[in-house]
């Protein structure tokens, strides 16, 4: 199957946008304690099973039930860097001021009307992801909107709606080292770390639009000084869908340039399904003509010389077969590359139960080392057009699987199901859970109402930052700088810091780089960056004028004051710098031409670059390196033309 582009217009695609981005405070939501994660070795472990809960209105959310049939056992990892609260064994504190107000500004930089009174909600997952068995949510404003810029060919600009902003508890992180099977771990050093959730309008006609929207609703975020940086602290969902299919939310694109080949995939593997809908139609089969009849056929397979059937046997697993009417040729139908129908019966099956997948007629079986003979008798038992599915396992577990298949063969009839879904670094995506809908949420008995000051939300709208494209504008301008330049430093919030170093004399060109580059660079060798402050580059700048390092040090001393930010500052620039004179610098180029000489007078002007190794050993960090190669030159020329 190609990554092929559509006729978005033709197909009635429409997406929307959920953002989840962590805001900087020092304490969680909920709670007193630290919003910080750890690499501790856990103190404690906590098991818990969930079982779901009637919603508002007396009914259960369908996506509950599926994740209760799961039966996953949840293990908890318990740090002391959190408290009760996260454990659900004490009630949750007054909901986070900063946090708060900070959520407010960010909805008011998107145009929304902040309410004058919100309610923390109960948001039922069972997913094992929140020990108490749900997320505190509330509205903080609606109906605001924001400006898309798009490629100048198809339009210059939309306006993408903005439907609600919440602020919400993060919920914990999944421990992937220890978690096996069903039995599932969480951290729960991330649970209660303060989020706005941003959620737009379904709007957007094309991959191209939700690229600009995803791109400008990051742009905003991050240039609003009040977000976490660094990787997982900002997270984007898609809701896409096609006239003629249904909403799908894809979750788990971190690459902007991820998003086109994820939306294209969709759109291809929701084509398909409504394609074999209108093939059973074309067939005249109704769910009606598919019961639930399975099929022991364990003693079909006694004497079989597959590898896989000899296993099971050994482990005392069964062989039931499932078969299903007027669906031959359908379940090797591809739908993502290399993943056919019959692999979406098999990512339910992983997801809901302990078996590794399942087998179907219209794979190669012989790649399972079955017989001609096993193949054709299967085959000739069954009605015609009737495909099969084969499950192996333990009794309960194996009529397990076949009961999910069935469910998910039946909702075949409906064309697409809405659920969720995890996409990889290929853009292909696998099936997560349903999707939740409006039956988990209701109103939370442990906190009151809270009031909204609109004294407070006046003086925000007062003070609310130059808009990023405005400062862009402003900054690509006022210091011939790229647009490229300009963009990055606004989004990771350090255009102020830029535009003070340039004032106090510090070369443009070196802050660009510094800013731009060696901090990027220095990030990605695994340095956390966060650790190094605006005051700490406004000191690097004031003692590089001051002659006590040259730029060539820059890079080391950023990088240990990332792996070592409580020390002295200066002892740091004692040892990595120290500074040079001309003076001493000519002294120490004397000693090596001396040292040399033989070299010199091998080599003449060719032995620059060697002599300029062993000066630069001593003065790197100590004085320019423009300066050091300008006097190397003169005195080696000098040398030379005696």
Not at 226 to 253: F, H, P, W, Y
Not at 326 to 338: I, Y
């Amino acid at each position: 199957m190609k990554n092929e582009t559509h006729d978005y217009e033709a197909l009635g695609f429409k997406a929307g946008i959920e953002i989840h981005a962590q805001l900087s405070s020092e304490k969680k939501l909920f709670c007193h304690c630290p919003a910080v994660l750890t690499q501790d070795e856990p103190q404690s472990i906590v098991q818990r099973k969930f079982r779901p809960v009637l919603g508002e209105m007396g009914v259960y959310d369908p996506a509950l039930l599926v994740e209760f049939k799961k039966g996953h056992t949840i293990f908890y990892e318990v740090f002391e860097s959190i408290c009760t609260y996260e454990l659900d064994e004490t009630p949750p504190f007054q909901i986070n001021d900063e946090a708060l107000y900070s959520c407010i500004k960010l909805a008011k930089m998107m145009n929304c009307t902040i309410v004058e009174e919100t309610s923390v909600c109960r948001k039922n997952y069972l997913d094992g992801s929140v020990p108490c068995g749900f997320q505190r949510t509330a509205l903080v404003g609606y109906n605001g909107h924001i400006n898309i810029k798009i490629a100048p060919s198809v339009i210059d600009e939309i306006q993408l709606p903005i439907t609600w902003i919440y602020i919400e508890e993060d919920a914990a992180r999944k421990d992937n080292e220890r978690t096996k099977g069903n039995q599932i771990y969480f951290k729960l050093d991330r649970l209660g770390i303060p989020l706005i959730e941003i959620v737009t309008h379904h709007n957007l006609s094309s991959p191209t639009e939700v690229v600009s929207a995803a791109r400008t609703l990051g742009m905003l975020i991050k240039s609003s000084g009040i977000a976490r940086k660094g990787l997982g602290t900002l997270r984007q969902d898609l809701n896409v869908s096609i006239k003629e299919g249904n909403r799908v939310e894809l979750k788990g694109i971190q690459l902007l340039q991820l998003i086109p080949r994820a939306i294209n995939i969709e759109i291809q593997r929701q084509k398909g399904l409504v394609a074999i809908k209108k093939e059973l139609q074309k067939r005249g089969i109704h769910p009606k003509d598919i019961p639930l009849r399975i099929l022991d056929v364990s003693d079909h397979f006694s004497n079989s010389s597959s590898k896989l059937i000899q296993s099971a046997f050994k482990s005392k697993d069964m062989v039931f077969l499932f078969p299903v009417v007027g669906f031959k040729g359908l379940l090797g139908r591809e739908l993502q590359p290399n993943k056919h129908f019959g692999t979406e019966l098999s990512d339910r099956v992983k997801s809901f139960t302990s078996l590794k997948g399942i087998i179907h007629s219209d794979e190669d079986l012989k790649e399972y080392n079955f017989s001609d003979t096993e193949i054709l008798t299967l085959s000739s038992s069954l009605e015609k057009d009737c495909a099969f599915v084969i499950a192996i396992g333990k009794d309960v577990e194996a009529r397990r699987a076949l009961s999910f298949v069935h469910e998910r063969i039946l909702s075949t009839f409906d064309g697409v199901p809405q659920e969720t879904r995890h996409v990889n670094t290929e853009g292909i995506s696998t099936f997560t859970r349903d999707l939740h809908g409006r039956s988990r949420l209701y109103p939370d008995t442990d906190l009151p109402p809270i009031t909204i000051d609109p004294g407070r939300v006046k003086i925000i709208e007062k003070t609310l930052p130059v808009p990023f494209w405005k400062r862009i504008q402003r900054l690509n301008k006022k210091y011939s700088i790229s647009t490229d330049i300009a963009e990055g430093l606004v989004y990771e919030d350090n255009a102020d810091i830029f535009e003070e170093l340039i004032l106090k004399g510090a070369p443009s060109k070196l802050v660009v780089t510094t800013m731009t580059q060696t901090l990027t660079a220095i990030s990605r060798g695994g340095v956390n960056i966060d650790n190094i402050t605006n005051n700490h580059l406004i000191k690097i700048f004031e003692a590089l004028a001051a002659n006590k390092f040259s730029k060539e040090a820059i890079p080391e001393i950023l990088t240990y004051l990332g792996e070592h930010p409580t020390k002295s500052f200066d002892k740091i620039v004692s040892e990595f710098g120290g500074g040079m004179s001309e003076e001493e610098l000519d002294q120490v180029i004397t000693d090596i031409l001396i040292t040399s000489r033989n070299l010199v007078k091998e080599r003449g002007m060719n032995a620059f670059s060697p002599l300029m190794g062993l000066v630069m050993k001593k003065a790197r960090g100590k004085i320019d390196g423009k300066i050091v190669s300008d006097l190397l030159q003169k005195r080696l020329k000098e040398k030379v033309l005696r």
